[in-house]
């Protein structure tokens, strides 16, 4: 095995290691700072981060307006609170080792005010801002604006071309590194283009080695790329390392700091991770985001498939196929179905699935009564976690704070599972995010009998080649 030397990042010598911001409230100051403190670069989540009382005590995240206007502002006032507190116990643990991190997804609700409201409440804890789920332009603005590095996210050459031309060539002397995320391996939300099939992954390396090729085509040749995505033992990427095609590497682990002392998942979430066998991550398209997310497969994801499959394409009008009458809700207003998706619906509704849901896409989804009132229930608390929410219908953008569609029964309220997954919620029935070689817990004899190492011990295993 390669040495595993440190590299030039962020204006200061690091190991070549990075910890992947994981979503809401699970990437906290506590992790963060461990891993900084063990000389890598710490990330703590500034999606919807915990914050605290004058005593200490966890702050629960409850809503009292009356419109989603004014809960989206409650939300972006815990957001701001919360990574401030999180960039705070990131610091103290630090004790001035590593780098640390703040994590933002660009479609997050109000990403803009919280990452600045976070920067200027937290002026100088703060090293480095990474980015991604959308094409975040202006974050080498906000960046320079507060004087501290900015790490794009992109899971290709294409989309960071994009971004450097239209605004990151103005910031170049901030631009820390650029994360290669995966979209086939990596856990939450994946860049699947419109031209990626998400049943053929493609290898990473000549991914990779096209975003170097177009990045020294800028001058950036010595800027680091952080590899996100499939990453467990670091032997298995040993022809990355020093590599000088590839130019400075550095690696990226997500799923692996969750199984961590200091890890706030629940001990029910790790026995999972430490249970789960190949196949057992799904690549799914059910988020509100419009994004692909991997999440394991537990019965949260199954009741998304089964209700995305009991699915008949209706006509307002009797045209074509669509000659067969059914009513739909309490006052059954006629739509029109093939006969032979009539026959499905009836066959579902002997099962219970009795209560029809209209789609934005002109089909219909059949759900239990006791279904349909929950879904209705979380579209209408919406508080406006996305900046465009497919399930709810809300966008931070324009008068009404619509996205002038229907609501979209298919999908699911991701704020409300994060959260109740973070705080020991169920892990059945909660959407559980995690990268595709997770399974490799459960075969990797670091954790044979159920050790949980510390942060630090587990980069000082990853250090080892493993």
């Not at 809503?63 to 116990?89: D, F, N």
């Not at 202006?138 to 320079?144: G, P, Q, V």
């Not at 009539?342 to 029809?356: C, I, K, Y």
Request: one cysteine or more.
């Amino acid at each position: 095995m390669k040495a595993i030397n440190a590299i030039r990042m962020g204006g200061v010598d690091v190991l070549p290691l990075v910890e992947g911001g994981k979503g809401v409230a699970v990437s906290t100051g506590t992790s963060c700072g461990e891993w900084a403190g063990a000389g890598g670069i710490g990330t703590f989540s500034g999606v919807n981060a915990d914050s605290y009382d004058a005593e200490g005590n966890l702050v629960d995240q409850v809503y009292h307006g009356r419109t989603r206007r004014e809960r989206h502002e409650e939300l972006v006032a815990y957001g701001i609170a919360g990574g401030i507190a999180q960039a705070r116990e990131a610091y103290e643990r630090a004790d001035g080792q590593g780098r640390i991190h703040m994590n933002v997804l660009w479609e997050m609700g109000g990403a803009e005010r919280v990452l600045r409201g976070v920067l200027e409440g937290a002026r100088g804890l703060i090293n480095g801002v990474t980015c991604g789920a959308g094409m975040p332009y202006k974050l080498a603005e906000i960046a320079r604006e507060f004087n501290v590095f900015y790490y794009p996210i992109v899971s290709s050459g294409r989309a960071f071309t994009a971004l450097w031309k239209r605004s990151y060539s103005k910031v170049s002397e901030l631009l820390g590194g650029v994360v290669y995320e995966d979209p086939w391996l990596a856990g939450g939300h994946n860049g699947l283009s419109n031209s990626e099939d998400p049943n053929k992954p493609e290898a990473p390396y000549a991914r990779v080695l096209k975003l170097r090729e177009q990045m020294r085509q800028f001058g950036l040749g010595d800027v680091p790329i952080i590899m996100a995505g499939g990453v467990w033992w670091l032997e298995e990427w040993e022809d990355w390392i020093d590599n000088p095609e590839l130019g400075p590497i550095a690696f990226q682990f997500g799923t692996r700091p969750l199984v961590t002392k200091e890890s706030p998942i629940s001990e029910a979430w790790k026995q999972k991770l430490l249970s789960l066998q190949p196949g057992d991550v799904l690549l799914q398209p059910f988020s509100p985001t419009g994004f692909y997310s991997s999440a394991v497969r537990n019965e949260f994801l199954r009741d998304l498939e089964a209700r995305n499959e009991r699915q008949v394409a209706v006509s307002p009008e009797p045209v074509g196929e669509h000659t067969a009458e059914y009513g739909v809700g309490p006052r059954k207003r006629l739509v029109w179905l093939a006969p032979g998706d009539l026959e499905r619906v009836h066959h579902w509704e002997a099962q219970g699935f009795t209560e029809a849901l209209r789609t934005p896409d002109s089909t219909l989804v059949f759900v239990t009564p006791e279904s349909a009132k929950l879904i209705l229930k979380d579209q209408t608390d919406c508080m406006g976690c996305l900046s465009h929410c497919r399930f709810s219908n809300w966008t931070q953008h324009g008068p009404d704070y619509t996205n002038g569609k229907k609501a979209d029964p298919r999908s699911f309220c991701i704020q409300k599972t994060l959260r109740d997954i973070a705080h020991d919620g169920d892990i059945d029935h909660n959407l559980m995010f995690a990268g595709h070689n997770a399974y490799r817990f459960g075969a990797d004899p670091f954790y044979s009998n159920g050790f949980i190492p510390t942060v630090k011990q587990l980069v000082e295993r990853i250090m080892s080649g493993r």
